[in-house]
């Protein structure tokens, strides 16, 4: 059957949301939702996968963190998401400044899969 690997997080934007629903279009879309209202652009993310299918939502992540900024302020993608593995545990995927860093997760968040 395989190891599930549970992922959730979001995405928020600074005018880059045509070119990350682009992204996104171009690769598995399901799992990602678009917010409407309110003052934050964004992007969310909850599904659950095979292991072996991990990379490719990463890829999407790290594309999407690239984007360049579309404001004089720079202000580029940034986002977190939470990827809990059956076996080896849960990391984070802190998106910032361009890339996407992935740790292991702090224990603090250990309540989100007990």
Known sequence: MGT???LRGWLEFHGQRPAAERIIGQGEAQGWAFPDGGWLDAACYARAVRAHEVGEVLDQVRRIAA??????DDDRVCGLFFAFHEVDGQSEWRVRDGEV???PAPTRYDYLWR
């Open 67 to 72: 984007l360049p900024a579309t404001d004089d």
């Open 101 to 103: 860093v992935v740790n």
């Open 4 to 6: 599930w690997v549970y």
